[in-house]
Structure formats: C-alpha cells, structure tokens
C-alpha cells in the first residue's frame, strides 16, 4: 500500500530588525506567498523576491515546510 504525505511550503518576506532571524520580522511589512506544491517552487519565488530586494539589508524572504 501506498501512504501519500502532503506537504506544501510558503514563502514569507518582510523588513527584520536583525536580517537573519526570522524571530524578528516585523509584522507590518509581513507578505506570503504560496502555498507552493514543490521545495523547488517556494525557493524560485523566494530568489526572486531577494534579488529584487537586494539592496534592502533588512529585507529577508524565507520559505517555510507546511505540514
């Protein structure tokens, strides 16, 4: 038999107080996208929101495993 697992992700981005801690996004610049069915996908979408954003130290995008 056969036990099928879905999981999907969803990529986040948002101005931080510290750019790598994700803890510290502040709410009010907070957008999500997804959800996405691949790893692959969430992590395109989240490249590009960072190259758009590359001059913005505290612009980060993050994708995140939904079970």
Not at 9 to 27: A, C, M, R, W, Y
Not at 41 to 56: F, P, S, V
């Amino acid at each position: 038999y056969c036990i099928t697992f879905l999981m999907s992700f969803i990529v986040i981005e948002g101005e931080h107080k510290d750019p790598n801690d994700i803890s510290t996004l502040e709410q009010s610049t907070k957008k999500e996208y997804g959800p996405f069915n691949t790893e692959a996908e969430a992590n395109d979408t989240c490249k590009g929101l960072i190259q758009r954003n590359i001059d913005n130290y505290y612009h980060r995008a993050w994708v995140i495993k939904k079970d």
